[in-house]
C-alpha cells in the first residue's frame, strides 16, 4: 500500500488543496445553511405561535366550561387558520379536523400547565408544527386571577414551503461547495504547475549533468527559494564542470607521460633485450655468481618489456585507438596453439571441441587466453583446464583452476589495474595489467569478461565473446 510520500508531489498538492476547499465550503456552507435553516424555522413558529394566539383570544369570553362535541367543532374551526387544521378536547372527546393522534404526549404535559407549547413534526410524509394552548378563565374568587378552563386547543400548520426554502438552501449549499471545489482545484493546478515547472527543470537538468552534460544550467526566475535552489545549481554545476576538468586534465597528462615513457623506455629495451639474450647464451660458462646475475638481469629485463608492452596496449585503449583486425578462426586451434606457444600445452588440460569457428582477432583472443591461462596458473593450483563451449551467435571460453579461489573482497576489484590482493605484497610476477587487458580485448569484441568461484572449489574466468563482432 503507497504512503502519502510516494504519491507524486502534483497529487499531493492537488490532494492537499481539494481536501481544504472541501472541509471550508462543508464548514462554511454547513454552518451557514443551519443558521438560515433555524431562523426560517423559528420564524415561521414565532408567526404561526401569534397567529393561534390572536385566534384563541377572540374566543373569550367563553360562553361555557362544559362545552359540547358541536362547541369543540365551532372552536376549532374558529382557531384554525387557512390551511391549517385544528382540534379542540374537554373531558375526554374532542373535536374538529385534525387528528388527536397527532398530539404527543409530551406536548399534552406541557400544554396542561397553562402555557402555549409547540412541536414540529412529521405527518402524511409532510413537515409541520403542532401549536397547543389550554384556555383560561378568570378566577371566581374575584382575586383577578385566571385558571385553567380544561378545555385545550390545537393546531396544526404545515411547513411545507419552509421545508423547500431550506431544501433550496442544502442545494446552494452543495452547489457553493462544488463550485469552490473546482475552484481550489485549479488554484493547485496552477500552484502545482508554478512549483513542479523548476523542479521538473531541476530533475531534468540533473539527469543531463549525471549523464556528463558538465555544461547545464538553470535559468534563475525570481528571487524566490526555487531560484535560490537554481543558482545552487549553477554553482555546484560550474564547480563540478571546473574540478572535473582539472581532473580530466591530470588524467590526460598522466596517460600522456605513461604512453611517452613507455615509447622511449621501448628502444633502450630492444637494446638491453638483445644484451641479456647474449648473457642467456652465456650463462652457463660464467661462474657461480655472474651466471645468476646474468640470468637475474635478463629475466627483469623481459619482466620490463611485458610491462612496458602491456603499458602500451593499455594507452590504446584509453586513447580509443585500439581496434581489431578480425579474421575467420578457428577458436580450438588458436587456444591450442596459445598454451603450446608458451610451453604450457603439457600443464593445462583441454576441453576444445573442433569446428567452432569464428570471426576473431586471432592476437587478441591469444593475448586473453593468454592473461587467463597464466593468471589461473600463477595464483591458483592445478589441475588448471581449459573449456570451449559454442551457441549459434556466441562462445564462451572457461578458464578454471582448483585453488583457494578468489576472496570476496578481491572479486569486484578482480579487473582492476594494478589491483593487489595483498597490499603487503611490494612486487608480483606479472605487471598487475594482464586481466585488465584481457577484460579490455573482451569488451573491445563486443563480449563480456567475468569472474567468480566454483562451488567445488577454484576460480573460474569465463570470457564470452559473438561469433562474429561486425554482426553482432
Given at each position: ?143 383577578g386571577g385566571t385558571r385553567p378552563s380544561g378545555i385545550e386547543v390545537y393546531v396544526v400548520r404545515g411547513l411545507d414551503s419552509e421545508a423547500a426554502s431550506i431544501g433550496d438552501l442544502a442545494r446552494g449549499a452543495w452547489f457553493t461547495g462544488g463550485a469552490a471545489l473546482v475552484l481550489a482545484m485549479l488554484l493547485a493546478l496552477l500552484a502545482a504547475r508554478s512549483v513542479l515547472r523548476p523542479v521538473q527543470e531541476l530533475r531534468r537538468a540533473a539527469h543531463r549533468l549525471g549523464e556528463g552534460e558538465l555544461t547545464t544550467r538553470l535559468e534563475v526566475r525570481g528571487s524566490d527559494e526555487l531560484a535560490g535552489v537554481a543558482r545552487t545549481f549553477n554553482t555546484t554545476a560550474e564547480s563540478l564542470q571546473r574540478h572535473v576538468g582539472e581532473l580530466e586534465r591530470m588524467e590526460a597528462d598522466a596517460r600522456r607521460f605513461v604512453a611517452d615513457v613507455s615509447h622511449e ?208
Amino acid at each position: 500500500m503507497k504512503g502519502w510520500s510516494d504519491w507524486g508531489l502534483q497529487t499531493r498538492l492537488l490532494s492537499a488543496f481539494a481536501l481544504l476547499s472541501v472541509v471550508t465550503a462543508a464548514a462554511v456552507a454547513g454552518f451557514g445553511y443551519v443558521q438560515a435553516r433555524t431562523t426560517i424555522l423559528q420564524s415561521a413558529q414565532d408567526k404561526a405561535v401569534i397567529e393561534v394566539t390572536n385566534r384563541i383570544e377572540q374566543l373569550y369570553p367563553l360562553t361555557t366550561l362544559t362545552p359540547t362535541a358541536s362547541d369543540l367543532t365551532t372552536m376549532a374551526g374558529h382557531v384554525a387558520g387557512r390551511g391549517d387544521s385544528a382540534v379542540a378536547e374537554s373531558g375526554g372527546q374532542a373535536a374538529g379536523g385534525m387528528a388527536p393522534s397527532l398530539v404527543s404526549a409530551e406536548l399534552h404535559r406541557r400544554v396542561r400547565t397553562g402555557i402555549v407549547a409547540w412541536q414540529r413534526i412529521d405527518y402524511d410524509g409532510h413537515p409541520g408544527l403542532v401549536i397547543g394552548t389550554q384556555l383560561l378563565v378568570k378566577d371566581p374568587s374575584g382575586a383577578g386571577g385566571t385558571r385553567p378552563s380544561g378545555i385545550e386547543v390545537y393546531v396544526v400548520r404545515g411547513l411545507d414551503s419552509e421545508a423547500a426554502s431550506i431544501g433550496d438552501l442544502a442545494r446552494g449549499a452543495w452547489f457553493t461547495g462544488g463550485a469552490a471545489l473546482v475552484l481550489a482545484m485549479l488554484l493547485a493546478l496552477l500552484a502545482a504547475r508554478s512549483v513542479l515547472r523548476p523542479v521538473q527543470e531541476l530533475r531534468r537538468a540533473a539527469h543531463r549533468l549525471g549523464e556528463g552534460e558538465l555544461t547545464t544550467r538553470l535559468e534563475v526566475r525570481g528571487s524566490d527559494e526555487l531560484a535560490g535552489v537554481a543558482r545552487t545549481f549553477n554553482t555546484t554545476a560550474e564547480s563540478l564542470q571546473r574540478h572535473v576538468g582539472e581532473l580530466e586534465r591530470m588524467e590526460a597528462d598522466a596517460r600522456r607521460f605513461v604512453a611517452d615513457v613507455s615509447h622511449e623506455l621501448r628502444t633502450p629495451l630492444t637494446a638491453m633485450t638483445a644484451v641479456t639474450d647474449l648473457l642467456d647464451a652465456e650463462a652457463a660458462a660464467l661462474p657461480g655468481p655472474a651466471g645468476q646475475a646474468a640470468r637475474l638481469v635478463s629475466q627483469e629485463t623481459h619482466n620490463l618489456t611485458r610491462l612496458v608492452n602491456d603499458l602500451i596496449e593499455v594507452t590504446r585503449f584509453d586513447a580509443g585507438s585500439a581496434a581489431l583486425a578480425l579474421d575467420d578462426v578457428d577458436v580450438a586451434e588458436a587456444v591450442g596453439a596459445t598454451l603450446r606457444a608458451r610451453g604450457w600445452a603439457a600443464e593445462v588440460a583441454t576441453e576444445l571441441p573442433p569446428g567452432v569457428r569464428a570471426r576473431l582477432d586471432p592476437r587478441r583472443l591469444d593475448v586473453i587466453v593468454a592473461n587467463l591461462v597464466g593468471n589461473a596458473l600463477r595464483h591458483g593450483a592445478p589441475p588448471v583446464t581449459v573449456r570451449l563451449s559454442a551457441e549459434p551467435d556466441r562462445l564462451a571460453i572457461e578458464v578454471t583452476d582448483e585453488g583457494p579461489g578468489l576472496d570476496p573482497d578481491v572479486l569486484p576489484h578482480v579487473f582492476d589495474r594494478f589491483y593487489k590482493a595483498d597490499t603487503a605484497r611490494s612486487r608480483s610476477e606479472g605487471s598487475g595489467l594482464g586481466l585488465a587487458i584481457a577484460w579490455e580485448n573482451a569488451r573491445l569484441h563486443g563480449g563480456a569478461l567475468t569472474a567468480a568461484n566454483r562451488p567445488e572449489g577454484g576460480a573460474v574466468f569465463t570470457v564470452r565473446l559473438p561469433r562474429d563482432p561486425g554482426g553482432a
